[in-house]
């Protein structure tokens, strides 16, 4: 797929307080599976992450990077994260990249109610530049996420988060839009994020 067109440079960054084409036959319904619950007002809220829980695709600990996280909510969470698990509770990943991988990977076992990201937007977000490379903050409160379907994705910009190229989601389109004009990336839909980009970003 396609990146949604850039914007002007000229967008000025600003923060808000209270505030990634595919070969795969049949991608489009993949992606809808990250939230095929978009505006069910039964689907599950987010809630808080514990920093030190291992993420559910690469198992590292979830507290040790920077950069978005994610949540996802199954209707048989045994059917993906094993019977041995602590079942009841959401899948939990330490990027939106592993996010979007877990949910790829285990398409044919089930589908998640809903998916969660971190909202830029509806945090007060920094990017640290003291180490080798800029990173942006990670927020694990339950209100810093918002359904993946909702919001805009600023892909393989100059900012980090855990390993890997970054998708940053914002629920405001300006934004993001501002975030990819100071840290340069491409914005994508949520539905146009495929198997194939989220590889390009393991790199």
């Known amino acids: 797929m396609c990146p ?20 795969v036959v049949g ?11 978009d505006g ?3 689907a599950p809220d987010p809630i808080a992450i514990d920093p ?42 330490c990027s939106a990249r592993c996010t979007y991988t877990f949910t790829f990977d285990h398409e044919a076992e089930a589908e998640p109610v809903v998916s969660y990201l971190t909202d830029y937007s509806a945090v007060d ?5 003291g180490g080798d490379a800029p990173t942006m903050s990670r927020h694990l409160d339950a209100d810093a996420f918002a359904p993946a379907a909702d919001l805009t994705l600023v892909v393989d910009s100059d900012v980090g988060g855990a390993m890997g190229g970054s998708l940053f989601g914002f629920s405001t ?3 993001a839009e501002s975030f990819q004009a100071e840290y340069d990336g491409e914005l994508y839909d949520h539905e146009d ?3 194939t980009l989220i590889q390009s970003l393991m790199g």
């Open 4 to 23: 949604r067109d850039s914007p002007s440079s000229d967008n000025d960054l600003h923060r808000r307080a209270v505030l990634a084409g595919t070969a």
């Open 27 to 37: 991608f489009s319904a993949l992606a809808g599976c990250l939230d095929s619950s």
């Open 40 to 42: 069910d007002a039964d």
């Open 52 to 93: 030190d829980h291992a993420c559910d695709n690469c198992t590292m600990r979830i507290g040790n990077f920077g950069g978005s996280a994610g949540q996802s909510f199954y209707d048989d969470p045994e059917a993906v994260l094993g019977p041995d698990d602590d079942t009841d509770r959401p899948a939990q990943f």
């Open 125 to 129: 977000w920094s990017v640290d530049t």
């Open 173 to 175: 389109a300006d934004d």
């Open 193 to 195: 994020v495929s198997p």
